[in-house]
């Protein structure tokens, strides 16, 4: 019995049919499609491909990063999995998004996370140097800050990413969604662990601060520009500076449904069983 496709060769098949699309819409583009999707092999080639040519710098080259990025997106039987599931989860909750070409070449919110999944390989590895260079180069080209010893899930969306920070000991699970201008961070100058922790289905909106080594239940939702210092229960919103409750999301994953508003809050909402 043959086995079913995996959700990584799915959509690389997606990627590379939009791209044979794109290429006869824009022959200008078709050089560039060509080299990061129709001649690369698989969803972890074409990544290692357009990182390594997002990021190469006159002193570590395209070539030097390709050599690197291959065998440790091969290499690491999670990443290729996390990959997939953070694009589809822009294609699933971007509304502005109609093709899973788009955040697969030109947003920087993938980008970034798949930089920091592999600076957290090699973190792991004990290449600190060069996943603390990777950190560098990406808070540089896609103004995304995270440090590789962070531990995040898969199904992430950052929403156009700009300005986003996530301190060291952070840990973030599956399915959540951060838009711009969000700092998980200390503080101040705390050791240890002293940074959040975000549980599933968690939304954060835009500009929100959520500091300390503190606990933001599964499906709770932030609202934009709050500041958060203490722990949020699931399936709560808070709002403010600081954040207080306000009430309940109606939806179980607010991060899915990526509902922003405040309207739908009420002290009723919904109650998990």
Known sequence: MQAAPS?????????T???LGAAREEPALHGMLNDAV???GCLCEGCARVLANLLATSMVSRGALEDIFCPVLKGDPGIGPAIAHDLLAVLRRDPAVSSILTPFLYLKGPHALATYRIAHALSRAGREHL??????RAADVFGV?????????????LDHAAGIV??????????????QGVTLGGTGKECGDRHPKLGAGVMVGAGARVLGNITVGEGAKIGAGSVV???????TTVVGVPA????????LMPALSMDQSLDGNDPIGFRPV
């Open 166 to 179: 996530v301190g060291e000991t952070c840990r973030i699970a599956d399915n959540v969604s951060i838009l």
């Open 145 to 157: 800050d995270i440090n590789p010893h962070a531990e995040i899930g898969s199904g992430i969306m």
């Open 229 to 235: 210092l203490e722990d949020v229960p699931p399936h």
């Open 38 to 40: 129709l001649s690369a």
């Open 244 to 251: 207080h409750v306000v009430g309940h999301p109606q939806d």
């Open 7 to 15: 959700l990584e060769s799915i959509i690389w098949q997606d990627i």
């Open 17 to 19: 049919t939009a791209a």
């Open 131 to 136: 996943a603390l260079y990777l950190q560098g």
